[in-house]
């Protein structure tokens, strides 16, 4: 568990490790120079499950994450969000299903999508075998990075385990992916983890158009692997990769509210109505008679209404949740 400035949710999500039904792993809890309270937390616990790494300065996911699991010699590990929370049946269903068949190198699980406060707005439903995984990946993500457990020899059949270029946004979705294209993958169908959403992360403070496209990215270096073996990144050829993004960003530099409209629907999906208002007024005041930009602050009042009512009433906290889905 990679951990930078997560002292509002660390405690909520190392508990949730802690109380897993499956007892056999250890905890590695990694602190890349967090400036909070983050370390002190870490370092509280006493837990003989429980191993601590510090580095002094803030290094990045994907620098230490490479670094560290270097070092694992157990046949399983997992790579988990220092913000979020596991079902306390999360580890033991998914053992149950990588030492069942020896075959799947990869085990996800469905997930519940949560804001700050726990509350639950969206259950995110994935395919539990290989072949849906495999055949849906390059439209949109079949595996969510943060839910999976991996077989520790694929360590070395992807080095580095996260590529560099993806070093500020969603690494492990690129990870999965390579995964998928090469070796069998299953998800537990039931969400037994609990994706928080904080808009101060990393992949909702700069919404940029490179991010917006790089899941477009992925599925586009997906096809190569899928046509000759190996994609642009793996052969050195980053100019190639530079190119294709910036040739799906002309459009936004002919039109700047362009980009601040789809990060407006991107916050909006996450349920981030703050920055989805910003992002939403930002397009409006560049083409104020745009019928698009019209549309999404419309789109905007309608969707704030039901999202909070929602929250007030309806979304159930994650524990709670959890708490009526243990079998």
């Known amino acids: 568990m990679p951990v930078y400035n997560a002292a509002p949710y660390l405690r909520e999500a190392v508990d949730s490790l802690l109380a897993q039904t499956f007892t056999d792993f250890e ?6 120079g967090s400036t909070d309270a983050s370390r002190a937390i870490m370092q509280s616990y006493t837990d003989a499950r429980i ?12 620098a230490v994450v490479n670094e560290v699991v270097a070092q694992v010699t157990a046949p399983f590990f997992s790579i988990t969000d220092a913000d979020d929370a596991s079902h306390p049946q999360r580890l033991q269903k998914q053992m149950e299903v990588l030492l069942k068949d020896e075959s799947v190198m990869l085990c996800g699980t469905a997930y519940v999508a ?5 509350k639950i707005f969206r259950n995110v439903k994935l395919p539990q075998r290989h072949e849906l ?6 439209q949109h993500a079949q595996v969510h990075g943060p839910t999976t457990i991996i077989r520790r020899e694929l360590r070395n059949a992807f080095t580095p385990l996260y590529r560099d270029y993806f070093k500020d946004h969603i690494a492990d979705a690129d990870l999965a992916s390579r995964i998928v294209d090469r070796y069998r993958a299953a ?9 928080r959403i ?3 992360s990393n992949s909702r403070k700069n919404v940029s158009i490179r991010f917006l496209h790089l899941y477009k990215l992925i599925a586009f270096l997906s096809d190569q692997r899928r046509l000759t073996g190996s994609d642009s990144l793996e052969q050195n050829r980053v100019e190639e990769v530079d190119a294709y993004l910036n040739k799906i960003a002309e459009p936004y530099f002919r039109d700047a509210s362009v980009h601040h409209r789809h990060a407006a629907f991107y916050h909006l999906y996450w349920h981030s109505l703050a920055k989805a208002w910003c992002s939403g007024w930002q397009a409006w005041q560049l083409k104020p008679y745009h019928p698009k930009n019209n549309f999404l ?7 704030s209404v039901v999202y909070l009512f929602n929250e007030r009433w309806v979304d159930p906290h994650y524990t709670t949740y959890f708490k009526n889905t243990t079998h």
Do not use: C
Request: aromatic share 18%; proline share 4%; glycine share 6%.
């Open 187 to 195: 998800n537990v169908p039931e969400a037994l983890y609990a994706y």
């Open 51 to 62: 191993r601590f790494f510090g580095f002094d300065h803030n290094r990045g996911r994907v």
């Open 133 to 138: 995984i495999y055949e849906q990946m390059p």
């Open 114 to 118: 949560m804001n700050t406060a726990g």
């Open 27 to 32: 905890l590695w809890l990694i602190d890349d």
């Open 297 to 303: 602050l419309f789109y905007l009042v309608t969707k």
């Open 198 to 200: 904080v808009s101060t």
